[in-house]
């Protein structure tokens, strides 16, 4: 079991930059795959990076590569998504999210989201 708080979300212009957190309020986060997630509003949420439990391995979604970086500190229980170049069309709530341990393998536990709003 995990609970995870996100934060670092807020209003940037576009062309700027922000890096968003996921701690763990309880649980230990590096027994879990790990990813984050948007969604923008009246739209489904979309996956936009993930990570593996040892941050060996990440993947991005193609509107976000180049620009994002996903990354974690396992010592400080923590997951980063540092967005760079950011772009209007990436106005969205931001979700950290973390895969469990049934046999799906799916995304189980969430954050309650950080509001992040890039303006003209």
């Known amino acids: 079991q995990v609970q995870l708080v996100e934060s670092g979300g807020g209003w940037v212009q576009a062309g700027g930059s922000l890096r968003l957190s996921c701690a763990a309020s309880?649980?230990?986060?590096?027994?879990?795959?790990m990813g984050w997630f948007r969604q923008a509003p009246g739209k489904e949420r979309r996956f936009v990076a993930s990570?593996?439990?040892?941050?060996?391995?990440?993947n991005y979604a193609d509107s976000v590569k180049g620009r994002f970086t996903i990354s974690r500190d396992n010592a400080e229980n923590t997951v980063y998504l540092q967005m760079n170049s950011l772009k209007p069309e990436d106005t969205a709530v931001y979700y950290c999210?973390?895969?469990?341990?049934?046999?799906?393998?799916?995304?189980?536990?969430w954050g309650q989201g950080t509001q992040v709003t890039v303006s003209s």
């Open positions: 309880e649980g230990t986060l590096s027994r879990y795959r």
């Open positions: 990570i593996t439990r040892s941050g060996g391995t990440t």
């Open positions: 999210a973390a895969v469990g341990y049934d046999v799906t393998r799916s995304y189980d536990y």
